[in-house]
Structure formats: structure tokens, C-alpha cells
Nanobody, 124 residues
Framework: QVQLVESGGGLVQAGGSLRLSCAAS????????MGWFRQAPGKEREFVAA????????FYADSAKGRFTISRDNVKNTVYLQMNSLKPEDTAVYYC?????????????????WGQGTQVTVSS
């Protein structure tokens, strides 16, 4: 079992930055691929970014490329999402997820554990 707790969300103006953190506890964090997803009101949960267990591979949704950076610290058992140049359409609840799998998976079904989410609101 893995427990995930996100933090770092909040209200920011368009063009601003936020860094989300996801602290993991439980089974060995370093064996899991980690992902960030988001869900806006009335929309399905969508993939944002993923990082492999070692941190050697990353993958981003087109909406995140060039603006967001995913990273992990396997000593601190934490994954991060640095978000720059934020836009109002980035407003959503952001979730981190852990998947006992190789690579940088994008489907939600590839992930086994989920955090409770953190709200990000970008004002125009």
C-alpha cells in the first residue's frame, strides 16, 4: 500500500508559477512510476506528466510541454510538478498517482494509488 499526499496548490494569476509536491509513504517509493493528472469541473481526469521509477524518463501532455516540469527525489519519497506560465485553463484539481509499472504511463488505469488532490486556480 502507498499513501500519497499532495500539497502546493493555490490561487495564482495568469503567468505565475506554482510547485506541487506529492509525498509518498508505505512501500518502496523508488519502484513506482509517478504521474500527475488533473480534473476540471465537468471534465474527465486527464494526464499531465509522468516520470519513470528512476527519474530517467519523463513524458508530458501537449498542454504541459515547455511549461511544466516533473521531477522526483527518491530519498525524500517525493515527486514534484513545477508549473510555470500558468493559464486560466490550467485551473483544476491536480492529483498525483503511483504505478507499479515500467516507463512513463499515461492512462489512469496504469496507476495503482492516488492522492486526494490539490486545487490549482489560475485567475485571468
Amino acid at each position: 500500500q502507498v499513501q500519497l499526499v499532495e500539497s502546493g496548490g493555490g490561487l495564482v494569476q495568469a503567468g505565475g508559477s506554482l510547485r506541487l509536491s506529492c509525498a509518498a509513504s508505505g512501500r518502496t517509493f523508488s519502484r513506482y512510476a509517478m504521474g500527475w493528472f488533473r480534473q476540471a469541473p465537468g471534465k474527465e481526469r486527464e494526464f499531465v506528466a509522468a516520470i519513470s521509477w528512476s527519474g530517467g524518463s519523463t513524458f508530458y501532455a501537449d498542454s504541459a510541454k515547455g511549461r511544466f516540469t516533473i521531477s522526483r527525489d527518491n530519498v525524500k519519497n517525493t515527486v514534484y510538478l513545477q508549473m510555470n506560465s500558468l493559464k486560466p485553463e490550467d485551473t483544476a484539481v491536480y492529483y498525483c498517482a503511483a504505478g507499479d509499472t515500467r516507463g512513463v504511463p499515461t492512462p489512469t488505469t496504469r496507476y495503482d494509488y492516488w492522492g486526494q488532490g490539490t486545487q490549482v486556480t489560475v485567475s485571468s
